[in-house]
Nanobody, 115 residues
Framework: QVQLVESGGGLVQAGGSLRLSCVASGHMRSINDMGWYRQTPETQREWVALMSNGGDIRYAESMKDRFTISRDNHRNTVYLQMNNLKPEDTALYYC?????????WGQGTQVTVSS
């Protein structure tokens, strides 16, 4: 199994930036992807971005202009750089690991953007 621990959330003013991190531990398959999702009490979990360990990157269309995903395979860590944050970005951000046979989620890190 794989365990995920997110960090980097917090309170920021509109227009500010945050960098989220997600560290994976445990048995990771040689081909996998790690990604970010977000959820509010009023919405379903929404996909933000993902990156494979081979370097393939995908973004949700509405996220790609301000968010950047990156990954350090040596540290088993995926990052989400979020710039020009808006109040509507306020959410609990989750990390997800997925391979051909297994998927798991972290506990989430809260991002709150004040206007």
């Amino acid at each position: 199994q794989v365990q995920l621990v997110e960090s980097g959330g917090g309170l920021v003013q509109a227009g500010g930036s945050l960098r989220l991190s997600c560290v994976a531990s445990g048995h990771m398959r040689s081909i996998n992807d790690m990604g970010w999702y977000r959820q509010t009490p009023e919405t379903q979990r929404e996909w933000v971005a993902l990156m494979s360990n081979g370097g393939d990157i995908r973004y949700a269309e509405s996220m790609k202009d301000r968010f950047t995903i990156s990954r350090d395979n040596h540290r088993n860590t995926v990052y989400l750089q979020m710039n020009n944050l808006k109040p509507e970005d306020t959410a609990l951000y989750y990390c997800r690991y997925r391979d051909s046979e297994y998927a798991t989620w972290g506990q989430g890190t809260q991002v709150t953007v004040s206007s």
